[in-house]
């Protein structure tokens, strides 16, 4: 079974960067599109930035110019750079990927949501 695998978390001040990826097992449709999402702890699960199959990214209002998806479809492999990080950065990152073709990125992470396939996770933590 193909299994979506983050890394790259840690521990970072304030106005530092980290890098994450998440590596695809094996190649797979449902890695042709493909997104990050976070939750800290007591607060709901948030869409951080998604990419579909041409390439097209979008991000949320909070990471926007801070964070940059892109994907390396011959590693099968989907990153997230993060630069000017913030304590409210703070989260367990999270990948997920699905197939198929989506007329905006609004219904790309709703599907990503309802029938993606999803890694375990990687946590970020962001001091001041």
């Given at each position: 079974q193909?299994q979506l695998v ?7 001040q304030?106005g530092?960067s980290?890098?994450l990826?998440?590596?695809?097992s094996?190649y797979t449709?449902d890695?042709?599109?493909?997104g ?7 607060k709901?699960?948030?869409g951080?930035a ?9 991000y ?5 110019g801070?964070?940059t ?6 590693k ?10 913030k304590?409210?950065?703070t989260?367990?990152?999270?990948c ?12 790309l992470?709703?599907a990503l949501?309802?029938?993606g ?8 933590t962001?001091?001041?």
């Open positions: 193909v983050e890394s790259g978390g840690g521990s970072v304030a530092g980290l890098r990826s998440c590596a695809a094996e449709a890695s042709d599109n493909m990050w999402f976070r939750q800290a702890p007591g709901e699960r948030e951080v998604t990419i579909d199959r041409d390439g097209s990214a979008s949320a209002d909070s990471v926007k801070r964070f998806i892109s994907k390396d479809n011959a099968n492999t989907l990153y997230l750079q993060m630069n000017s990080l304590p409210e950065d989260a367990m990152y999270y997920a990927g699905v197939r198929g073709y989506y007329i905006d990125h609004n219904a992470s709703s949501v309802a029938f396939l999803w890694g375990q996770g990687t946590q970020v962001v001091s001041s």
